[in-house]
């Protein structure tokens, strides 16, 4: 652990305003030293028999911190919690997603407040997948424990303490140091420009799309020459960067096929430190193929990888003795790694939508990894560029680095969980008290002072100039659409009664649908009369342009009004309408019976995070029961998928399974649009089947 005295200001000051009681928000550089805030205070607290939970996004920073942390408090104050592991976990220091923690504080399973619980790359507040967790696990600790999180990207780092002092009532810091400890050189690279700065090249891709149609030849270089040329300018280690996890063990290697980095003194530490690991006979194939190419010094980490032969690769490159390794997004956030250099090999990411260029905190968080503190002067960002792609690449900058907003989502798991331990009134507490809620209050204001202005301009207009277009035009209008609107209320009353017409008799379903026609047709004649209304008395008018062009005025604010209320009316009570949509749902399908009581199921959905009503469903009706080991990995892997993607029909799974399954998201998707205005469940993609039957194999 680094003294006190050799601290740098700005840790100084974290740790002063951590011992004062506050909460704290460190935003800092990558490499600029944040976990030593986190080690001295640490200290402190377990000193005085306190206790910390430290969480982190991944699994491969929690082995980390837990090794870092043994190694600096002793084995016997440190615990770690994963999905994949549990260590001592009666330590006073426990390391654990922060899954695991939203997980503890929902099911009550945290037998005492935490002195301190520290977020790790806080930012992930605003990740669409996981940064519910991040918000629920903030918003359920105790207001005694104090906060601390830290993050390299975090523009509105004032915004966010300010939510977490609104909510715990303790005064909540920020703590910003914004000079990196090691500056970042961005390069890109292409056969026909060779390695240059990154402006230059993307001009030159640029200028190559615009140019495409004449035939212009622009040839993209492959992995092996970026390596080669990072060797040449004695630019390793190096990371290199995909999003592909086939691709990130092909292109290892492929690499080891032809380049050995080690010399024999390091060989022989990595032939020592293989040695000694205590390596599972199922990894035991894969780990002895990997050994060849972690001899050469070349690696490769995801998180489809076992659990050893992760931190097998962490361990081997915290040493040194990786000179490259190819590795997915997991490797980027927190994992200490002393790189040189960082490569992209594409900038464009498929995010389960659609492929899109990577964000400026996205790009920087990874970019972030090159520069060794103390051995670097520079770290060094290459981009590969392929000219091919079609996507449009941003000049990156970190003063455009994206704010953290709320990516909040109520799930099913939330709703049963809230109702478990909470009133309505508790619950409503609990929504008001997300950042989703603080961040859109700003809005709602910002839609109320429009709403004003707006009202003001429609105030301000001219009165009309004549008797007729006042009290014949407007009246008749007026008339007409009041009609318009009674017609529209018995239509939509009509259609709910048809929507739930099971316990209706035939006559009557014909009746009902009789009487909707004649109600449309009528509802058609109405809207075509209002649009083409004109009274003769106005033909012929001296006032009649000004009178025109004052209506279109007023029908353009009305409309800009109309919006407006639409907007605040979405984002008032937004997250308590949410919550009784869904709690609807789950009475329809049995999981909560009229006092919102627990019925058959509720408990299962308590435990499930992905898809959570259909994998329940799927339980509740057996159809796992059917399935051999290797057929459930093959549907599991599906599950949660974008199904707009569903281009390869599987092998491996039962045609009549699948349409069970299908008429079953069918369902789910008719309650939800019914309920909630829009179907959020039911994502399955029948193409990864084959692969996760392999897989399982």
């Known amino acids: 652990m680094i003294p006190y005295e050799n601290l740098d200001s700005f840790q100084k000051q974290a740790i002063r305003r951590l011992r004062e009681g506050s909460n704290l928000i460190v935003a800092a550089p990558t490499g600029t030293g944040k976990t030593a805030i986190v080690d001295h205070i640490a200290w402190e607290i377990l000193e005085r028999m306190g206790t910390i939970i430290f969480t982190a996004p991944l699994k491969a920073l929690c082995n980390q911190k837990f090794r870092e942390f043994s190694a600096l408090f002793g084995e016997e104050r440190v615990g770690l919690i994963t999905g994949d592991e549990v260590v001592n976990d009666r330590a006073p220091l426990l390391v654990m997603t922060t899954e695991v923690l939203r997980n503890m504080l929902q099911e009550g399973t945290l037998e005492d407040p935490p002195s301190l619980v520290v977020y790790d790359e806080i ?99 492959n992995h092996l020459e970026v390596i080669s040329e990072l060797q040449a300018r004695g630019m390793l280690p190096a990371l290199y960067f995909l999003f592909n996890r086939k691709r990130v063990e092909a292109f290892a290697y492929e690499l080891g096929r032809y380049h050995s980095f080690l010399t024999n003194p390091e060989k022989r530490r990595v032939r020592d430190y293989l040695n000694a690991l205590e390596i599972p006979e199922e990894a035991r194939p894969f780990f002895e193929k990997m050994r060849g190419l972690l001899l050469k010094g070349v690696g490769f980490h995801h998180a489809g990888l076992m659990p050893h032969i992760k931190r097998a690769v962490e361990v081997l490159f915290e040493k040194r003795l990786l000179k490259v390794v190819y590795c997915t997004s997991t490797f980027a ?134 008797e007729y277009e006042e009290e014949l035009f407007l009246k008749r209008k007026e008339e007409l659409e009041e009609t318009l609107a009674l017609k529209r209320e018995k239509l939509l009353s009509l259609q709910g009664k048809l929507g739930g017409g099971e316990g209706l008799s035939p006559k009557r379903l014909k009746r009902l649908e009789l009487k909707r026609k004649d109600l449309v047709q009528s509802i058609t004649r109405l809207e075509f009369q209002l649009k083409g209304m004109r009274l003769e008395q106005c033909d012929f008018c001296p006032h009649r342009p000004q009178c025109r062009a004052t209506e279109r005025k007023r029908r353009h604010l009305n409309k800009k009004l109309q919006k407006l209320e639409n907007e605040l009316r979405f984002l008032s009570g937004y997250l308590v309408r949410e919550f009784e949509g869904k709690c609807a749902v789950l009475r329809e399908m049995g999981y909560l019976a009229e006092d919102d009581t627990f019925r058959i199921g509720a408990e299962i959905l308590r435990r499930l995070h992905i898809e959570e009503l259909l994998v329940a469903e799927m339980i509740l009706e057996g159809l796992f029961d059917r399935l051999n080991p290797l057929e459930m990995a093959a549907l599991l892997i599906c599950v949660g998928r974008d199904p707009e993607r569903n281009r390869i029909k599987p092998r491996v799974l039962d045609k009549g399974l699948r349409r069970e399954i299908e008429d079953l998201v069918d369902y789910l998707v008719g309650l939800e649009e019914r309920h909630l205005g829009g179907a959020e469940s039911g994502k399955v993609n029948w193409s990864f089947a084959d692969a996760g039957f392999m897989w399982a194999q």
Request: charged content about 30%; glycine content about 6%; hydrophobic content about 40%.
């Open 123 to 221: 930012h992930y507040l605003a990740d669409v997948d996981r940064g519910a967790a991040w918000e629920e696990s903030i918003v359920l600790l105790p207001p005694e424990t104090q906060i601390l999180g830290l993050s390299a990207t975090a523009p509105n780092a004032h915004e966010v303490a300010l939510w977490i002092e609104v909510i715990k009532g303790r005064k909540t810091e920020v703590v910003r140091y914004a000079k990196r400890a090691v500056p970042l050189k961005l390069l890109g690279i292409t056969k026909e420009t060779g390695l240059q700065p990154l402006k230059r090249v993307l001009n030159r891709v640029e200028a190559y799309r615009r140019d495409r149609k004449k035939g212009s030849i622009f040839k993209p270089v």
């Open 333 to 466: 956030l927190g994992v200490n790694m002393p790189a040189r250099t960082v490569c992209f090999d594409t900038v464009v990411k498929y995010d389960g939508h659609a492929f899109r260029p990577l964000t400026n905190m996205e790009f920087f968080q990874k970019a972030g990894r090159a520069g060794r503190r103390g051995i670097d002067d520079v770290g060094y960002v290459v981009v590969r560029f392929d000219p091919r792609d079609q996507e449009e690449i941003p000049v990156y900058k970190e003063r455009n680095i994206e704010p953290i907003e709320s990516s909040f989502k109520l799930s099913y798991n939330s709703v049963v969980n809230l109702l478990a331990r909470s009133s309505f009134m508790k619950i409503e507490d609990f929504l008001s008290s997300s950042l989703w809620s603080f961040q859109h209050e700003e809005d709602k204001r910002r839609f109320t002072r429009r709403i004003e202005e707006v009202k003001s301009q429609i105030e301000a207009l001219p009165t009309f100039l004549c």
